[in-house]
């Protein structure tokens, strides 16, 4: 009934505000606002996250922190019947936003779409019984082409009394507490002596290659819908900045870079840049930047001539030269070798060694092409699906498990279970019967060809490796691919005598197929532990079953006959596609950025009585982390204070011993721990100090300075 | 070595070689129109009125001009045009009581929010109370893109000498709210005070808030 009474005060006062605005938007609110918390229950005295979710119609946006050029932020106004004080109830945690360019070069807002949670901290009075309430006005500005303002009455209400977490919304507060940007762990300048300005971001071994950075600032220095070119080196990145026309920086330039790379989750990082001059290293290349920011995922097409790390890439290029010799020794491509190129070493022997070197150039030459316009029509495919986006970073448990089939059944065929692809060996050998530079040339095209199906396990590992990588480090993997296959026969044109050494095709080749059979078996099993930590071990079941069905598949396959061979074909795809599917398990342990937060090791070791002992008869000091994925304060205490590189430095130079107790799945010896410090659930913080036999336990919220302060003191 | 270090380097040089071809095919990306600088002189313009009637600043030499860009759908611009309070409008009677120039700019581009037949346009201030002393149909976007205007509504005031002293905010509130405008202070307002005593325009610009112009 208090609602209903609260209604008809509240119609009253926005009576004259509806008559100016002409219709009342009551009924037909462009979004869903409604309050949700990460517990059932509360206890006196305790702290937990509420949390205002906001659903919105398709094409409609509500603002950032910052709106931008227009727009106005969302808010949330307490109201009479809220049984807590005003200073109990903390600020919104703003999420990441992403760009929404309203006038393209002229208009420019910051903001979200679809969904988004704004979670904050609510501490619950001491002397709280009976039951806490929250009522408040939800008050937004949503638009799409036009803006609508509108209200929405949220409210929450939570007994007083054993704290309970509700698992589900704290995994759904968990996970946007997550995409909030934590502190950049690197450095951050702004150079303003001259127009543009230069953000110089420091980042020691500089930012994933591919990296788009935006910097969205918290006030109005800078020109919202300006590009913001972007550079890059070994040391970090930097961006220039237009000045807003009145913009100038006062002591710092304060806001969130926001980092996007082709695959990955967007990650943000709060910075606050200092007057100075530009670091070192941080602009040594140009990046093209494409418009980075504007998607709520991962931007789509990964930029061809992105940032490349040349290094990185010159790695792989090389290992790719390796896997090309290797493809030299397969059973399918030396027996080329055999029979044309060393027929013709020994047919040019006798003659000229100039005419022979041409001929090493031209095999090689074909080799190249064969290999290019295989890299041509990956990048298109690559284009059509866009599964560029898919990325090498193994954090897409489908992928994951496709990957560790097709490495699976690699080394069925290695092992010689299959056969594959003996049409084409035929193919091209009238081309290649041809005498001089265009015989040398379709040769080496039919060295690509008939080698195509031993190339195409070399290829899929290399593939795998630049699939998320920009196009020119894709073919620089391609052509090193290629030249290293090439590179024998190339060197035997140049040293004509060493075609007697060449081993002559026998037996021992099936041997050594078989041999590189059982590291693909091993990559299998390492990706399989990759899917188990992406989706758990239901995934993990169902890959496996996915490759007995592909044996299966073969097995049935082999056997001839147009319905066996049906059957086989479907369960083939069956064996593919089910265990992706299965994998695919919406994620609800915290990605993106709390990973990002800090990439250094997170806990040293799990949590167990028997290892904390182990640690304080070492006299070492101990912290113990009691958390889960589903809890949401946990996450922020990860994202704000644990993970931040002030404290595990802190850590480090005290030589903590820092144990994590992951909670998220049920663990008896973690709850009964928890029922021993009569704790309800996680997050439960201990300190042992060197020496100590019994913790303390620390508060729920912790601070940096909180843990630096025991650590140090 | 030596041939893996020539392959070395034969790969990374194509790879350079593809960057290059790459970062030659950037697009450049559009510049934000360079909006003209408080301080300095207001850009000159010609505009067409709702009457049909041809204005330039020019034409008001001498005179205090206020450009007040709109957008009648826009729930900011009706929050300072709800009657009561009749914010906007009380502060053009005001100007035209003080001999200044007010100028409605509409820059809402055909078909967008708030763009208006010039019949409309008269009809609109007719059934608003409004007193502009011209309302400029600018469906073009020419003139809001000359002043920078970003939002509606958004701000401008220029001398009788044709100096721009204000850009911004109509005042410090950003919301549309109707019951925030009592407690708001008003740029507008506290920038011709200043004029009038002689003084420097105490704030010359602020961040404007409101619906995007629908250039």
Known sequence: ?713 | MILSRRHLSLAAGMAAAVALTAGALIASTAEAAPAPEVGAAAPEFTGTTSFGETVSLSDFEGKTVILEWTNDGCPFVKKHYAAPPSNMQSLQKSASADDIVWLSVISSRPGSQGHVSPEAANQLTTSRSAAPAHVILDESGEIGRLYGAKTTPHMFIVTPEGELVYDGAIDSIPSARVEDIPKADNYVTAALDDLEAGNPVATPSSKPYGCAVKY
């Open chain 1, 1 to 713: 009934m208090t609602g209903f009474f609260r209604r008809i005060a509240m119609a009253a006062i926005s009576l004259s505000a509806l008559a100016g605005l002409g219709h009342a938007q009551m009924d037909e609110r462009r979004a869903e606002a409604e309050l949700i918390a990460d517990r059932v229950s509360v206890a006196p005295g305790d702290t937990f996250y509420a949390a205002l979710k906001m659903t919105m119609d398709e094409g409609w946006h509500v603002y950032w922190q910052n709106a931008g050029d227009a727009g106005l932020p969302p808010r949330l106004i307490l109201e009479e019947g809220t049984s807590l004080p005003e200073d109990a109830v903390g600020a919104f945690l703003w999420p990441l936003p992403h760009l929404i360019p309203v006038v393209e070069g002229e208009i420019m807002d910051y903001g979200y779409d679809d969904e988004v949670i704004f979670a904050f901290p609510v501490t619950v009075p001491e002397d709280a019984s009976g039951e806490v309430r929250l009522v408040a006005e939800a008050d937004y500005l949503i638009c799409e082409s036009i803006c609508i303002p509108e209200t929405a009455d949220v409210s929450l209400t939570l007994p007083v009394g054993a704290p309970i977490e509700n698992a589900v919304a704290g995994a759904e507060i968990g996970k946007w507490i997550a995409r909030v940007p934590v502190d950049f762990a690197g450095e951050a300048r702004i150079d303003d002596a001259a127009e543009p300005w230069t953000l110089s971001l420091r980042q020691p071994g500089g930012f994933p290659e591919g990296a788009q950075i935006r910097f969205f600032p918290f006030k109005h220095e800078i020109s919202h819908p300006a590009a913001q070119p972007q550079k890059a080196g070994a040391e970090g990145a930097s961006l220039s900045l237009t000045p807003d026309r009145a913009g100038s920086i006062a002591e710092t330039l304060d806001g969130v870079i926001r980092i996007d790379v082709p695959g990955a989750e967007p990650v943000g990082y709060e910075i606050s840049a200092s007057r100075g001059e530009a670091f070192a290293g941080t602009a040594d290349r140009n990046v093209q930047s494409a418009l980075p920011g504007t998607g709520a995922g991962a931007p789509d097409g990964a930029g061809d001539g992105a940032a490349l790390g040349w290094q990185r890439i010159a790695t792989l290029a090389f290992f790719a030269l390796i896997g090309g010799i290797i493809l030299n020794l397969m059973p399918c491509v030396l027996p080329v070798l055999s029979m044309k190129a060393i027929g013709m070493v020994q047919a040019a022997s006798t003659g000229h060694a100039g005419e022979l070197k041409s001929h090493g150039l031209w095999y090689t030459g074909g080799v190249l092409v064969s290999f290019l316009a295989l890299a041509g029509a990956l990048l298109a495919v690559r284009q059509a699906t866009g599964s560029a986006t898919l990325g090498f970073q193994l954090q897409h448990a489908p992928t994951v498990a496709i990957l560790t089939l097709v490495m699976f059944a690699v080394g069925l065929w290695l092992m010689g279970y299959f056969e594959l692809g003996s049409s084409v060996q035929n193919l091209g050998g009238s081309l290649a019967n041809r005498s001089g530079a265009a015989g040398a040339f379709f040769t080496g095209i039919l060295a690509a060809v008939v080698g195509a199906p031993c190339v195409g396990p070399f290829l899929g590992a290399a593939l795998g490796a630049v699939i998320g990588q920009p196009a020119p480090a894709v073919i620089a993997v391609f052509l090193a691919m290629g030249f290293g296959m090439a590179l024998p026969f190339l060197i035997l044109s140049f040293v004509p005598g060493l075609h007697r050494i060449l081993p002559k095709p026998g037996k021992w080749m099936d041997t050594l197929k078989q041999a590189f059979a059982f590291p693909m078996f091993l990559t299998a099993a390492w990706l399989l532990s990759v899917v188990a930590g992406l989706a758990g071990a239901g995934a993990v079941g169902w890959t496996l079953a996915g490759a007995t069905t592909l044996v299966f598949a073969i097995w049935l396959g082999r056997q001839g006959g147009a319905v066996r061979k049906g059957v086989a074909a479907v369960a083939l795809g069956a064996a593919f596609i089910y265990p992706a599917v299965q994998a695919n398990v919406p994620d609800t342990s915290v990605a993106g950025s709390s990973e990002a937060a800090f990439t250094g090791a997170y806990g040293e070791a799990a949590w167990s009585p028997e290892t904390v002992e182990a640690m304080l008869a070492d006299g070492r000091p101990v912290f113990v982390d009691f958390t889960a994925s589903w809890c949401a304060s946990c996450q922020v205490n990860k994202l704000t204070t644990l993970k931040t590189r002030k404290v595990q430095d802190a850590f480090k130079s005290a030589n903590v011993a820092f144990l994590v107790a992951d909670f998220t799945q049920k663990d008896p010896m973690i709850a009964e721990e928890l029922k021993l410090r009569a704790r309800a659930g996680v997050p439960m913080y201990l300190w042992y100090p060197a020496g100590a036999s019994e913790p303390q336990i620390l508060p729920e919220l912790l601070t940096q300075e909180l843990v630096i302060g025991l650590v140090e003191g």
